[in-house]
């Protein structure tokens, strides 16, 4: 679990955010190594999609990150109170989290959870930033920190490889999740229903709903339906031709060419030339935040930490007549059944 404290830095005469994190006593050196890393990533992505990390380090059995302190609210609080949100408004959104999804891409980093709850928009500037980077992978690290066996992410966000093998996913994958969020909205609804693991087994073995919203056209159906293909390598590839696709859907044009685009590169925040030391503060204000969850029934959009794999889920190809529809069914069946049966021993077990 985790808080979100506002406090004054006495030594810098500012305001910062603080995070602390209560970890497990059960796993207490994996969550510790999992919030340092979390830690050094945002260190390592500076600018204006990316929250400053100022400093971080450990008081027992709690993790605290010091973080400059934002002004606004997330993409999913936004989509709560409105609904949908327009075309202009969501090119916008696309403009400033592909640039900052880019930069992480060719730093070696993989978010692995996108989703509404993780994009906040900034008022002041008017800027939205990627958050949240504690289950991302990273290229140049060893992968102990996920154990085989072991689903990352949030249900309704991940792309059928994720599902499948999450340690092994690569930068397509948080294309698919970014297609999902725009998906909803500009829709209003998410492209696979369903609640828990419902929407994993949607995910692995139902196409898309179709997308039907207030402007677009075919062409941005198309988009759709190419970028939430089953299969990585039949998506779009990189940050610049997903967003590009869009855009060119969005004109009337072949929302599927995925022709390439130059993305200006991000200038980088200033650096703090604060010391290494954790500054002194003094918390002032709580605020409720938003905390890691693991994956229950009704939560499709919770994130889901050492929840037991359901291995490799068979893609069930939708059969003509006879047998092969029967032998369909059953295996949807059975796939459910499965799905269902590992979230009700996790729940058990909790």
Same mark, same amino acid.
């Given at each position: 679990?985790?808080?979100?404290?506002?406090?004054?830095?006495?030594?810098?005469?500012?305001?910062?955010?603080?995070?602390?994190?209560?970890?497990?006593?059960?796993?207490?050196?994996?969550?510790?190594?999992?919030?340092?890393?979390?830690?050094?990533?945002?260190?390592?992505?500076?600018?204006?999609?990316?929250?400053?990390?100022?400093?971080?380090?450990?008081?027992?059995?709690?993790?605290?990150?010091?973080?400059?302190?934002?002004?606004?609210?997330?993409?999913?609080?936004?989509?709560?109170?409105?609904?949908?949100?327009?075309?202009?408004?969501?090119?916008?959104?696309?403009?400033?989290?592909?640039?900052?999804?880019?930069?992480?891409?060719?730093?070696?980093?993989?978010?692995?959870?996108?989703?509404?709850?993780?994009?906040?928009?900034?008022?002041?500037?008017?800027?939205?930033?990627?958050?949240?980077?504690?289950?991302?992978?990273?290229?140049?690290?060893?992968?102990?920190?996920?154990?085989?066996?072991?689903?990352?992410?949030?249900?309704?966000?991940?792309?059928?490889?994720?599902?499948?093998?999450? &340690? /092994?996913?690569?930068?397509? @994958?948080?294309?698919?999740? *970014?297609?999902?969020?725009?998906?909803? $909205? #500009?829709?209003? %609804?998410?492209?696979?229903?369903?609640?828990?693991?419902?929407?994993?087994?949607?995910?692995?073995?139902?196409?898309? &709903? /179709?997308?039907?919203?207030? @402007?677009?056209?075919?062409? *941005?159906?198309?988009?759709?339906?190419? $970028? #939430?293909?089953? %299969?990585?390598?039949?998506?779009?590839?990189?940050?610049?031709?997903?967003?590009?696709?869009?855009?060119?859907?969005?004109?009337?044009?072949?929302?599927? @060419?995925?022709?390439?685009?130059?993305?200006?590169?991000?200038?980088?925040?200033?650096?703090?030339?604060?010391?290494?030391?954790?500054?002194?503060?003094?918390?002032?204000?709580?605020?409720?935040?938003?905390?890691?969850?693991?994956?229950?029934?009704?939560?499709?959009?919770?994130?889901?930490?050492?929840?037991?794999?359901?291995?490799?889920?068979?893609?069930?190809?939708?059969?003509?007549?006879?047998?092969?529809?029967?032998?369909?069914?059953?295996?949807?069946?059975?796939?459910?059944?499965?799905?269902?049966?590992?979230?009700?021993?996790?729940?058990?077990?909790?």
């Amino acid at each position: 679990m985790s808080e979100v404290w506002e406090a004054r830095d006495l030594r810098k005469e500012r305001l910062v955010a603080i995070k602390l994190v209560a970890f497990q006593s059960t796993n207490i050196d994996d969550s510790c190594a999992r919030f340092e890393r979390e830690a050094r990533v945002c260190q390592k992505l500076q600018g204006p999609g990316f929250v400053r990390v100022h400093d971080f380090g450990f008081l027992g059995a709690h993790g605290f990150m010091v973080m400059e302190l934002l002004q606004g609210e997330t993409l999913e609080q936004k989509m709560k109170r409105e609904g949908v949100i327009s075309v202009e408004d969501a090119t916008q959104l696309l403009r400033e989290v592909g640039p900052a999804l880019a930069q992480a891409h060719q730093a070696g980093v993989v978010h692995r959870d996108l989703k509404p709850a993780n994009v906040f928009l900034q008022h002041q500037p008017a800027q939205a930033l990627i958050v949240d980077f504690g289950v991302a992978a990273v290229s140049d690290e060893n992968r102990r920190l996920t154990r085989p066996g072991t689903l990352l992410g949030s249900a309704a966000y991940m792309s059928p490889e994720q599902i499948r093998n999450g &340690r /092994s996913v690569d930068e397509r @994958s948080d294309l698919w999740s *970014l297609a999902v969020i725009l998906f909803r $909205a #500009l829709s209003g %609804e998410r492209p696979f229903s369903g609640d828990s693991a419902e929407v994993l087994v949607s995910i692995l073995n139902d196409p898309p &709903r /179709s997308y039907v919203g207030p @402007s677009g056209g075919p062409n *941005l159906g198309a988009f759709f339906a190419k $970028a #939430l293909h089953k %299969e990585a390598h039949l998506r779009f590839q990189t940050v610049a031709q997903f967003m590009s696709a869009f855009e060119d859907a969005l004109s009337g044009e072949d929302g599927c @060419s995925g022709r390439p685009t130059f993305i200006e590169p991000l200038p980088a925040k200033p650096a703090d030339s604060a010391s290494t030391k954790a500054p002194e503060v003094l918390a002032t204000h709580r605020e409720p935040a938003t905390p890691q969850a693991t994956i229950s029934a009704g939560e499709p959009n919770a994130t889901i930490v050492a929840v037991p794999s359901l291995a490799t889920p068979t893609l069930v190809e939708p059969a003509a007549s006879g047998s092969k529809r029967a032998l369909g069914i059953a295996l949807v069946a059975t796939s459910l059944f499965m799905a269902l049966a590992v979230v009700a021993w996790f729940l058990s077990h909790a």
